[in-house]
Every structure is written in C-alpha cells, then in structure tokens.
C-alpha cells in the first residue's frame, strides 16, 4: 500500500505505474483517492476550528450563569449542542471517507522498480542469467510420477480416497529424499546466518491483507470455516504478520529468518491440478528465507537472497536459471520479482522451483511494522525468497540425477541426511 501522500504529490507517477502494469481499469482510483483525500483534510481542518469555537462557547457559559445571564447561558448551550451534532455528523463522513480511500489504496499497485521490463504477462518475463550446463543425456528420463512409482514411492490412488486431486503419499525412499533435501535446505540457510523458525500454520484475516493483494488471497487461501484463520500459503505470511504492529530496533536489522512449513494452496486458475504427478498441488513443504531491512539495503538483500537459491540448487547438481518477472507478472505489493527455474531435461525446457521478491514498504505499511532511528520512525522494508519447495524441487533433483540403470545419484550435500547413501535404486518388488 502507497502512502497517501505519495499519492497525493506524485499522481502522474502513480498513473503511469498502473499503465505499466496493464490495469487501466485502476487509474479512475487515483483521482477518487485524491478527492476524497482532500474532503478528509477539510473535514479535519473545519472539524478542529469547530471544536476551537466549542471551547470558547464552553469556557463562557460558567461565567454567564454566574454573572445571572442565565438566557445568553441556554443559548450558548444550544450552539454548543449544535457544534457537537455538527462534529458528530462530520466524523462519520470521515471515517466512512477513511474506509473508501483504505480500500481503493489496498488495490493501487506498489510502484516497481525502475528497473523491471515492462510486459503484459509471464510470457513477457526476460532470462538473466544461466547457471550450470542444462544437459540431456543420451537415454530417456522418465515422467517424475513414473520415476516415483518406480521405487513405490508415490500412491496417489490412496491420497484421492483420503483426500481427493491435488494429495499425495510420498513413500520410503522417495519421502525419504524430501525430507532430506528440507533438511538440508535448512541447513544451508542456517549456515548462511539466518535464524531457524517454526511458524503458525494458520493466520488471521488482517494478517492476510496485510501480506498479500486481495486478487492472490481469493486464488490461493483456504478459509477455516466458522474461524477467522487462514491456512497459510507460504510461510512469508506468518513471518512476517509476526512483527504486526511493531517497531523493531534498527540496530537488531537487518533481520534475516528461514523458515520451515507446509503450505496450502487452492491453484485456483487455467493450469488446474495435476492428475498424475506432484507438479501442482494443494499441499506440498517449503524452506522459505524472509529479510527485514533498512529501505536502502533491501536491493542488495535482493541481489544476495535470489543468489543463495542459485547456489543451493548447484550443490544439488541442478541447472537452473534465473528469470526477471516483467511488470505484467508482478503482484501489486511487489517492487520487483525474479524467479529461479531448474532445468528438466525430459521436458528439455526450465520450469520454476523459486521466487524471489522485494516489496519495498508495502507489507510493511500495512501491517504497522516499523523502526526508529537518528532520522525519527520509519517502515521497514520487506523480502522474501524461495530455498526450496518440495514435491516441485523433488521433481528437478530426480530428473538431473536419474542414471541410465534407473538408480537416483545421491549429491553429495544430501548424503548426511541420508544415512550415507552415494545412490539409491529401486527394490525388488
């Protein structure tokens, strides 16, 4: 959410930012907020000269009764009765402005970064960078279902009996590996520095709004019924719904937290639910890294947390690439967004394990989180970062080590979490 202010002083800037993203339908809310951001100033203004005028007439009527001006005393009681009728009647046209402009600035996109491309939608996002050879070996790499069902590690015929599409069992080795590459995402980001946390799976409504725009909450969050709590889409929502209403010392930032959780989420949309495989589903695990940090150190954190995942999917022997999300494909809260995308050697084509985003004050604003430094109170900004989602990074590990004798190579970062095993091959049945 924009400051009003900001609005106010720069509404040609917040304009041509709504053009940039493809939502022309937004621009009449910036000329409503403004008029109705001026109305509330004056309303302010005539209700404290009003309140003033109160007081004196207040400060009079004593002095009236006691000089036996008991007439001129009722008539002043009767403007002084009038003044609050006036006020009340003021301050319920203000707060009924307040929620309008609330609402309208809670859909005004985040201004994005100067330097983000400008494009309608994901098809539009521009490549960065290549990281590892993308190679396609010289035998075929099966489907990642058939690959599981190989080592009767996936049963999804249970899951739909206990949960229906969307569900599935990992079994044996295969659950076995991840929870091993969890571990070890973990691990990693730990060894990086940040702080290990364990969060509510569930959050309330002003937590929600406070983290995400309205369009993604309806697509992704399941409701609790009867409840007013969430189950959480990623772990970013609680970490930072965490520090609502705070002001945090600046001398503790920046903070930087990993985090461990499941994650629900509807996939409301054209792609659907994946029927056989575990590519898209309702339920899946994810290490996720969330930053805290001073306005001008939130682009290098940026630049530092996209390049963590980079490095974590290499020491996994994983191609991948890095991908910079045109302004088309930003979500409104966003300053700017890259995703990290590993190679699939069946499809021969990269697919996305990661995202990576700053989103400036925006999170921050609206939930109340804040520091206090020489230069007075401020909001922090916000960032987030995929290390790892699972079953999605299971897939892209499973292709890039899967062997010409149908055996998984074990990378050697993931040995420890699994008892030692340089490879594992499927059991007679």
């Given amino acids: ?104 600035m809670m859909v005004i996109p985040n201004i994005i970064d100067e330097s983000v491309p400008i494009g309608k939608d994901d098809t539009e996002n521009v490549e960065m960078e290549r990281f590892g050879e993308p190679v396609v070996p010289n035998y075929e790499i099966p489907y990642h279902a058939d690959i599981l069902e190989k080592y009767n590690g996936l049963d999804k015929d249970a899951s739909g009996r206990t949960s229906g599409n969307g569900f599935y069992f990992l079994v044996g080795d295969m659950a076995r590996l991840h929870s091993a590459m969890l571990s070890y995402a973990r691990d990693f980001m730990i060894n990086k520095g940040f702080t290990y946390c ?22 992704m969050m399941y409701k609790i019924e009867g409840e007013d709590l969430f189950l959480i889409g990623t772990s970013e929502h609680s970490m930072i719904g965490r520090f609502k209403d705070q002001i945090v010392k600046e001398d503790s930032l920046p903070i930087t937290l990993t985090s461990y959780s499941p994650c629900f989420r509807k996939e409301v949309g054209a792609h659907g639910i994946e029927e056989r495989g575990v590519y898209r589903v ?23 947390m996209y390049g963590f995942t980079v490095e974590f999917f290499r020491s996994l022997d994983v191609p991948v690439r890095t991908l910079e999300c045109c302004s088309g494909d930003l979500a409104d809260l966003k300053v700017k967004s890259c995703d990290v995308e ?30 206090k430094g020489e230069k007075g109170t401020y909001f922090v900004h916000t960032l987030n970062n995929t290390v790892l989602a699972s079953p999605r990074a299971l897939i892209a590990y499973l292709e890039n080590n899967y062997q010409e004798d149908g055996s998984i190579k074990i990378a050697k970062a993931l040995r420890p979490y699994m008892g030692g095993m340089e490879v594992i091959r499927p059991k007679e049945k």
């Avoid at 364990?198 to 697509?219: L, Q, Y």
């Avoid at 695990?285 to 530092?304: A, F, G, T």
């Avoid at 985003?357 to 520091?371: E, F, K, N, V």
């Fill in 1 to 104: 959410m924009l400051d009003i202010k900001f609005v106010r002083e720069n509404k040609d800037i917040v304009k041509e930012n709504i053009k940039k993203k493809f939502q022309d339908e937004k621009l009449e809310l910036v000329d409503k907020v403004i008029e109705f951001d001026k109305e509330v100033r004056e309303l302010k203004k005539n209700g404290d000269d009003l309140r003033s005028e109160r007081k004196k007439i207040s400060d009079k009527i004593g002095l009236l009764f006691k000089e036996g001006k008991k007439e001129e005393a009722e008539s002043a009681k009767k403007e002084v009765v009038a003044i609050n009728e006036k006020l009340v009647s003021m301050e319920e046209r203000e707060t009924e402005l307040n929620q309008e402009i609330k609402k309208m």
């Fill in 282 to 304: 309702h339920q899946f695990e994810k290490q996720e890294m969330v930053v805290l940090c001073k306005p001008e150190d939130s682009m290098d954190w940026y630049e530092k």
């Fill in 198 to 219: 364990i969060p509510p799976f569930m959050i309330r409504s002003d937590v929600v709004t406070g983290v995400m725009s309205f369009k993604e909450m309806d697509a």
């Fill in 342 to 371: 590993a190679w699939s050697p069946r499809q021969q084509k990269y697919f996305e394990v990661g995202s990576c985003s700053t989103l400036g004050d925006a999170q921050a604003r609206r939930l109340g989180i804040r520091t």
